[in-house]
């Protein structure tokens, strides 16, 4: 997680919404595989609860990015911070990890990624053009990244 946080709490909600999301993919995965094993009936009962992830998730999501607090700029602004962060920070510090343990299926898939998550920021930096928000986002940092959210208040209070 690269953001912020206010107070535990605030901290605890981002690791339970990863959790529960964590958990969403997870059961998923289990499905196909109970799946390709021939259980179809276990296949289901993990594609069921996984649905059920899916709404844990988003009541933590709705207590961390109050949807009255948010406007279009935000959402595209939070996004871009998130796949910066995976991109500029997370991935080239787990490569670099990966490479030490010797574990090249990991640095491959740490570069792959990394690069996707490039991907991800441009299209919502486009669209966030498009939407008049930000028109040049680089920050990663939190505090760089509160002052792009203020610039956007600032600007679209105007
Ligand atoms: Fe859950
Ligand atoms: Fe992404």
Same mark, same amino acid.
């Given at each position: ?25 997870? @059961?998923?995965? %289990?499905?196909? &595989? +109970?799946? /390709?094993? #021939? !259980? ?5 009962? $993990?594609? *069921?609860? =996984? ?39 997370? @991935?080239?510090? %787990?490569?670099? &990890? +990966?490479? /030490?343990? #010797? !574990? ?5 898939? $740490?570069? *792959?990624? =990394? ?44």
């Amino acid at each position: 997680m690269n953001e912020c946080y206010t107070n535990k709490t605030q901290e605890n909600l981002h690791a339970a919404f990863a959790g529960e999301s964590m958990a969403n993919r997870k @059961y998923l995965y %289990f499905a196909k &595989i +109970a799946r /390709e094993l #021939g !259980n179809e009936e276990v296949a289901k009962l $993990f594609e *069921e609860t =996984a649905n059920q992830e899916t709404s844990h998730a988003f009541a933590h999501l709705d207590l961390i990015y109050p949807k009255e607090e948010m406007t279009v700029e935000k959402l595209l602004e939070i996004a871009i911070e998130g796949e910066l962060y995976e991109t500029n920070q997370m @991935y080239p510090e %787990f490569e670099r &990890i +990966a490479q /030490e343990e #010797g !574990n090249l299926a990991a640095v491959q898939k $740490f570069q *792959e990624q =990394a690069s996707e998550s490039a991907g991800h920021a441009e299209i919502f930096q486009k669209a966030a053009k498009r939407f008049g928000a930000l028109t040049k986002v680089e920050a990663f940092h939190a505090s760089r990244y509160q002052r792009a959210l203020d610039n956007v208040k600032s600007t679209s209070s105007r």
